[in-house]
């Protein structure tokens, strides 16, 4: 990993930042935002949207109890980045109302 020596504080290369920071993410057991995805996949929210709506991107999750927060499951995030041709979400279903 590429880091800068600052003062004797050692930091992370403000060009590979954003890669680092994904992929901690990507490691924990967590939810991501709709921004964080956009940041992981490179898709912008209408694709997510788009994609989702097939059933070819992960779906959302409520985070508050009237459901005005939503976010992605990491773990799910990760199985698309693994796979993004072929994923499949695995509660889709062709029938299913979508925000």
Known sequence: MKTINNNGVILIDPDIEKEVIIGLLLEMNAFASIKT????TTLDKMTQYRERKAGRFPRLHSLTHHGRRKAYKIQDLKNWLQDPV????PDFSEYQDFE
């Open 86 to 89: 072929n994923y499949r979400s």
């Open 37 to 40: 995805a956009e940041l992981a």
